[in-house]
């Protein structure tokens, strides 16, 4: 059965730093889409960021994009987000996902259907 289990969330001031890690376990093949959602009081889900474990190829939200960063090591089979000069807007349960099935990664929720159980980042002004 497989299991995404992430950590690293905790609160910081607006122009901090933190790191997310999401550690997979139960299934061994290393071609997958794995990466964060994220979803603030009062919102939708959103996708953050993905990668494609197979190639390292990676897909970003323009509200990060050049501000967070999605890495992998896969003998570890972990993905991490280090996220930089936050900012309150970052505020949110931060959901780790992972999927084999997909062609490319995407931002569309039905297509993962594995998840973490989120992990908490809070940004004060």
């Known amino acids: 059965q497989v299991q995404l289990v992430e950590s690293g969330g905790g609160s910081v001031q607006a122009g901090g730093s933190l790191r997310l890690s999401c550690a997979a376990s139960?299934?061994?093949?290393?071609?997958?889409?794995m990466g964060w959602f994220r979803q603030a009081p009062g919102k939708e889900r959103e996708g953050v960021a993905m990668?494609?474990?197979?190639?390292?190829?990676?897909y970003y939200a323009d509200s990060v994009n050049g501000r967070f960063t999605i890495s992998q090591d896969n003998d570890k089979n972990t993905v991490y987000l280090q996220m930089n000069s936050l900012t309150p807007e970052d505020t949110a349960m931060y959901y780790c996902?992972?999927?084999?099935?997909?062609?490319?990664?995407?931002?569309?929720?039905?297509?993962?259907?594995?998840w973490g159980q989120g992990t908490q980042v809070t940004v004060s002004s």
């Open positions: 996902a992972a999927d084999w099935g997909l062609v490319r990664c995407s931002f569309r929720q039905y297509e993962y259907n594995y």
């Open positions: 139960g299934y061994t093949y290393s071609n997958k889409c």
């Open positions: 990668i494609y474990t197979g190639g390292g190829s990676t």
